[in-house]
């Protein structure tokens, strides 16, 4: 079976600073990875996925993430954060092209000014 | 790009009233599309998987005959939820898969409250 961890709960960051959110995964076959952020009582904003190709994928907004196989992760990072990022951000996964999205219980980014 | 309308985006009801989401591929046709509730400050959890003209297969725990889901074209699959009771409050949202390319596009979500 598909699951995605998300450990932290909450990451607090200065504007300015980097930031990551972290991301684990577990799925049977390759997996296609997904992070998405959501604004309070919005929608879901697709971020970036991971399909195949280089490990380090680019985004919307600046952010980007790196899929490392060996450690099953899929951590969400960007250079220099907004006090303008701060939503709640989920890490999804599939098995294979086709099935539903499985997210992780999200993590809430705050960046203070 | 790829839009998927999601209708209404908010609506409140009366304990034992049923309310009826819409979710509709705008540019692209759907095969399936996929229903997801979020409970306040918690994850997605898929409900189910709705295809064009067949029974949707609905996740372990999830009511088939109180969550009832409708998916008639290509383009658009409905969600109606029976008997709402104040424990259905949630936000819902629906994902939809582009039959060509296998893209899964989200729509903008309903906010349910039952008083």
């Known amino acids: 079976a598909q699951s995605v961890a998300q450990p932290e709960d909450q990451v607090n960051v200065a504007e300015g600073n980097p930031l990551t959110v972290k991301c684990t995964y577990s799925v049977s076959g390759n997996p296609y990875l997904f992070w998405y952020v959501q604004y309070p009582n919005r929608g879901l904003q697709f971020l970036l996925k991971y399909i195949t190709g280089d490990n380090l994928v680019k985004g919307s907004y600046g952010f980007e993430a790196e899929f490392n196989k060996s450690q099953t992760s899929f951590h969400l990072k960007k250079p220099s954060a907004l006090v303008s990022d701060s939503a709640l951000y989920f890490c999804?996964?599939?098995?294979?092209?086709?099935?539903?999205?499985?997210f992780g219980k999200g993590t809430t980014l705050s960046v203070s000014s | 790009g790829a839009v998927v309308s999601q209708h209404p985006s908010w609506v409140i009801c009366k304990s034992g009233t049923s309310v009826k989401i819409e979710c509709r591929s705008l540019?692209?046709?759907?095969?399936?599309m996929f229903w997801y509730r979020q409970f306040p400050k918690q994850s997605l959890m898929l409900m189910a998987t709705?295809?064009?003209?067949?029974?949707?297969?609905?996740e372990q725990g999830v009511e088939k005959d109180k969550f009832l889901i409708n998916h008639a074209s290509l383009t658009l699959s409905t969600l109606t939820v029976t008997s709402a009771h104040p424990e259905d409050s949630s936000f819902y949202i629906c994902s939809a898969r582009d039959s060509f390319n296998e893209k899964l596009f989200f729509g903008s979500g309903t906010q349910l409250s039952v008083l």
């Open positions: 540019d692209f046709q759907a095969t399936t």
């Open positions: 999804a996964v599939r098995d294979q092209a086709g099935t539903a999205l499985i």
């Open positions: 709705s295809n064009e003209g067949s029974k949707a297969t609905y």
